[in-house]
């Protein structure tokens, strides 16, 4: 099963990255943009059938490595249709 | 104890500052020292431990996120736990918050460049096993070499660092001031170092070992050595 884990700066964490960005965009002339927040995305390869315990598990991978809990959030996303 | 205090240093696949923290242990202070490789979980009976400067893991994921799963790191965190004295100097800092040895985290620095040169910073605490030599409120420049050293910390950890006094050292200006234009990186509270509650574990952004010996210029660091040293060859 392919589960994407996204891993985020918490929201009221100061995101250097995110903010750089922002200013770049609206150098761009993209002035509609407020705020950005840079993360990143896991593709993971998991094997087992049942849902429930494949996002139990990548919980678990996303607390204790993928994530560093004290400033970042996380989500995880199960995919059914293969595409990257 | 008999005999001089032997440092471990730990070695992690991409660690560089070893050689530095060896030399100042041996050839400086005249101590005993040795290499212990991250695959190894003894510590050669060592009195006090280093986690070196450098790049673990090539800082694969995050600073220090996969070194703390290096074997020797449950070793580390037993010897922690039982007062021993650790020292965590920059990318050894990283793996101490990742680990979970020291509280808080690392973000990449305010300005996204990597920033390498002397600060200045302010000793808050000389109660540790690394900082007694140090006078109160002492003024020193050390030199840092970081991407990622821009620490924070929830604002109840930050509280309880404060209330208990276990930010060890912070940036200032040369005349002590504390002040935005001297913080390098943007850390919370201008921290530049801080320790756990017990005053054995210590973590700083900067690098005494790089500033250790009258040759380079500056000696400031080598009393954060001499501290461990002393304090083990007393007990």
């Known amino acids: ?84 | 104890m008999s005999g001089k205090p032997l440092f471990a240093i730990v070695v992690f696949p991409g660690s560089n500052c070893d050689q530095d923290c060896h030399h100042v242990a041996t050839e400086i202070l005249g101590c005993r020292a040795e290499y212990v490789w991250h695959r190894d979980t003894d510590l050669k009976g060592a009195d006090a431990v280093i986690l070196p400067g450098g790049f673990a893991y090539g800082d694969y994921l995050r600073a220090g996120a996969l070194a703390r799963f290096s074997p020797v790191m449950e070793t580390v965190a037993r010897f922690a736990a039982d007062g021993g004295p650790v020292l965590g100097i920059c990318n050894g800092f990283q793996v101490l918050l990742e680990a979970g040895l020291l509280p808080g985290a690392v973000r990449v620095n305010r300005g996204l460049r990597y920033v390498c040169r002397d600060v200045y910073l302010k000793v808050d605490n000389t109660g540790t096993a690394f900082t007694r030599l140090y006078e109160p409120g002492e003024v020193v420049r050390m030199p840092i070499g970081h991407m990622e050293g821009n620490y924070t910390a929830p604002p109840e950890t930050l509280t309880e660092l404060e209330y208990e006094g276990r930010i060890v050292f912070r940036y200032c200006d040369a005349e002590g001031r504390i002040t935005d234009a001297a913080n390098p990186n943007g850390a919370i509270a201008a921290i530049a170092g801080i320790s756990n509650r017990e005053g054995n574990v210590v973590g700083l952004m900067p690098h005494p070992d790089r500033c250790a010996e009258g040759l380079l210029g500056n000696d400031v660091g080598r009393k954060m050595f001499e501290s461990a040293a002393l304090a083990l060859a007393e007990s």
């Open chain 1, 1 to 84: 099963m392919r589960v994407e884990v996204r891993v985020y700066p918490k929201e009221g964490v100061l995101d250097p990255q995110g903010r750089a960005i922002a200013s770049a965009l609206e150098r761009l002339g993209h002035k509609t943009v407020s705020d950005v927040r840079a993360g990143k995305i896991f593709f993971l390869d998991v094997r087992g059938d049942d849902p429930a315990a494949v996002e139990a598990e990548a919980r678990r991978m996303a607390e204790e490595l993928l994530a560093n809990m004290v400033i970042e959030g996380y989500d995880v996303r199960l995919r059914t249709d293969c595409e990257r």
